[in-house]
């Protein structure tokens, strides 16, 4: 019996999620602190006690290297707002989405592809080929398939940046 589209972009989804649960397991929260670079993009306490992105509308040059905790926010970002798109809720704003901590970060994350599964749980084959203007310009004519294979490629993306720098981090320790 042949897959489904769908079979196959959530095999996709669970490969590269197990693939990357090997380096979030090892994660502690001084790792998700680490500044792997002197021009960093991170994760910072606002005036009000909530952490906050480091952003510009324009990329700088050059780009900050990210760390795990930026990375991770920005993970939980692009998931929040895909799936506010698919579930039919308002997209929120890049400055509501609020990342916990570095003691909260795993198990956000953890939510975050908890609430994932919920939307592919609900999508079909035929809702795959339906348009849609999320993260893209409404004029991109991409589907509901794009978005969930670009999800699978983001994740995946930034996951491996996470790993990356999980294994520098130990080998500049081992030094």
């Known amino acids: 019996m042949a897959e489904s589209r769908l079979d196959l972009l959530r095999w996709q989804f ?3 999620w197990a693939l990357g649960e090997v380096h979030l397991a090892e994660l502690t929260p001084d790792d998700f602190r680490w500044e792997p670079a002197s021009l960093t ?10 952490w906050v ?3 510009a509308e324009t990329e700088p040059d050059p780009i900050p290297v990210p760390t795990m905790a930026w990375i991770s926010w920005h993970i939980g970002w692009w ?5 506010d798109h698919l579930l039919g809720r308002p997209v929120r704003e890049r400055e509501s989405v609020r990342w916990p901590g570095p003691d909260g970060a795993i198990a956000w994350l953890t939510e975050k592809r908890d609430e994932w599964l919920t939307v592919l749980d609900g999508l079909t084959d035929e809702r795959l080929d339906e348009p849609s203007g999320f ?3 409404p004029d991109a004519d991409l589907t509901v398939g794009h978005q969930v294979a670009w999800v699978n490629a983001e994740l995946m993306k930034n996951l491996a940046e996470i790993g990356q720098q999980r294994l520098a981090r130990a080998a500049l320790r081992a030094e």
């Open 14 to 16: 669970d490969l590269t």
């Open 41 to 50: 993009w991170t994760m910072r306490r606002g005036d009000d006690g909530a």
């Open 53 to 55: 992105a480091d952003w």
């Open 79 to 83: 998931w929040s707002t895909t799936a």
């Open 135 to 137: 993260p893209w310009p």
